[in-house]
C-alpha cells in the first residue's frame, strides 16, 4: 500500500474539498490523516465508498455545522475523521485482502445479532482510537465517537459535539442507503 505524505494528502484532498475552511480543517486532522493505520482505511469498503472516503466526508461536514451552531470544530473534525475507525473490516475487499488479510478476521466469525457490526462498531471505534491517538483523547470526542450510532446503539449522545457528528454520520449513511437501493431497483428492472 502507498502511503501518503502530509503534502499529498493536502493536495488531493483540496481538489475534492473546494472550501475556504480547508485548511484550517486539515490542519485540525493532518495527524490522524498521514498515520499509517488510518491510511489502511482506504481499503476497508463503507457501502458505496471507502472508510477513508466516509470518514472525510462525516469529518468535513460536523467542522462546517459546528461553525453553524456555535460548537468546538476541533473535537468535530477528529471526531467525525474517528468515528469508524474501528480495527476490522465489515465487508470484503479484496485490495484489503492482498493488504493484510487479518483486517477480514470479522467476516469468518458468526456473531448473535447483537454483536454485529452496526451495534459495535462504535464502542470498537472508541477503543481504536484511544489505542493509536491516546494523546488527542478528550471526552467530548470520545463520547462522539462512541454515541454516533444512536439510536442503533440506545444510549443517547452527551454533547452538541456527539450530536453533530451522529447527524452528519446520518446525511452521508442515508445518501449512500438511497443510491444502494437506486441501483438495486435498476438492476430488477
Same mark, same amino acid.
Given at each position: 500500500?502507498?502511503?501518503?505524505?502530509?503534502?499529498?494528502?493536502?493536495?488531493?484532498?483540496?481538489?475534492?474539498? $473546494? /472550501?475556504?475552511?480547508?485548511?484550517?480543517?486539515?490542519?485540525?486532522?493532518?495527524?490522524?490523516?498521514?498515520?499509517?493505520?488510518?491510511?489502511?482505511?482506504?481499503?476497508?469498503?463503507?457501502?458505496?465508498?471507502?472508510?477513508?472516503?466516509?470518514?472525510? *466526508?462525516?469529518?468535513?461536514?460536523?467542522?462546517?455545522?459546528? =461553525?453553524?451552531?456555535?460548537? $468546538?470544530?476541533?473535537?468535530?473534525?477528529?471526531?467525525?475523521?474517528?468515528?469508524?475507525? =474501528?480495527? =476490522?473490516?465489515?465487508? %470484503?475487499?479484496? *485490495?484489503?485482502? *492482498? %493488504? $493484510?488479510?487479518? =483486517?477480514?478476521?470479522?467476516?469468518?466469525? +458468526?456473531?448473535?445479532?447483537?454483536?454485529?457490526?452496526?451495534?459495535?462498531?462504535?464502542?470498537?471505534?472508541? +477503543?481504536?482510537?484511544?489505542? %493509536?491517538?491516546?494523546? %488527542?483523547?478528550?471526552?467530548?470526542?470520545?463520547?462522539?465517537?462512541?454515541?454516533?450510532?444512536?439510536?442503533?446503539?440506545?444510549?443517547?449522545?452527551?454533547?452538541? *459535539?456527539?450530536?453533530?457528528?451522529?447527524?452528519?454520520?446520518?446525511?452521508?449513511?442515508?445518501? /449512500?442507503?438511497?443510491?444502494?437501493?437506486?441501483?438495486?431497483? #435498476? #438492476?430488477?428492472?
Amino acid at each position: 500500500m502507498n502511503f501518503l505524505s502530509s503534502d499529498e494528502l493536502r493536495s488531493e484532498l483540496k481538489t475534492v474539498i $473546494d /472550501d475556504p475552511s480547508f485548511d484550517e480543517w486539515f490542519d485540525i486532522v493532518n495527524p490522524f490523516l498521514i498515520h499509517d493505520e488510518f491510511q489502511k482505511r482506504r481499503l476497508f469498503k463503507h457501502h458505496t465508498a471507502s472508510v477513508w472516503d466516509h470518514s472525510i *466526508e462525516v469529518s468535513f461536514k460536523a467542522f462546517k455545522l459546528a =461553525y453553524k451552531l456555535n460548537a $468546538d470544530r476541533r473535537v468535530c473534525a477528529i471526531a467525525g475523521l474517528m468515528h469508524d475507525f =474501528y480495527p =476490522y473490516a465489515w465487508q %470484503y475487499s479484496k *485490495e484489503l485482502e *492482498e %493488504y $493484510d488479510e487479518s =483486517y477480514l478476521e470479522r467476516l469468518s466469525r +458468526k456473531e448473535p445479532f447483537f454483536k454485529n457490526h452496526g451495534f459495535t462498531h462504535a464502542k470498537e471505534a472508541r +477503543k481504536n482510537f484511544e489505542k %493509536y491517538f491516546s494523546e %488527542y483523547s478528550d471526552k467530548k470526542i470520545l463520547n462522539a465517537i462512541q454515541r454516533h450510532m444512536f439510536p442503533l446503539n440506545i444510549t443517547p449522545p452527551k454533547y452538541k *459535539e456527539s450530536w453533530i457528528i451522529t447527524i452528519a454520520d446520518k446525511q452521508s449513511s442515508i445518501r /449512500d442507503t438511497f443510491y444502494i437501493i437506486s441501483a438495486l431497483l #435498476k #438492476k430488477g428492472n
